[in-house]
């Protein structure tokens, strides 16, 4: 049962990066729920990364698009402009 304890502490203490340990008022139920929360924060911002390099690949092919288009105005038999508009 001390092995466990002594586990769950470096555990917690490595988590959190300083020193963790319950104690009588406040026991593991509460260092689960900060380490819940902080897998919740660095989930969030995963998906905000995410999010934004979503955006940034539209915006890329939205460029490639306007590209493609005034090529095409000036010259529209252009099989590797269509190609890359098709594409995008």
């Given amino acids: 049962m001390l092995e466990e304890e002594k586990s769950k502490a470096a555990l917690l ?3 959190a990066g300083d020193s963790l340990t319950p104690t009588s008022d406040q026991g593991w139920a509460y260092w689960i729920e900060v380490a819940i929360k902080k ?3 660095c989930n969030n911002r995963l998906a905000k990364a995410k999010r934004c390099l979503k955006g940034a690949l ?6 490639k698009i306007k590209l493609a288009e005034v090529q095409l105005q000036g010259d529209p ?10 594409d995008s």
């Fill in 13 to 15: 203490q490595a988590w």
């Fill in 39 to 41: 897998v919740m924060i």
């Fill in 58 to 63: 539209i915006r890329s092919h939205t460029e």
């Fill in 77 to 86: 038999t252009n099989e590797g402009v269509r190609d890359i508009l098709s």
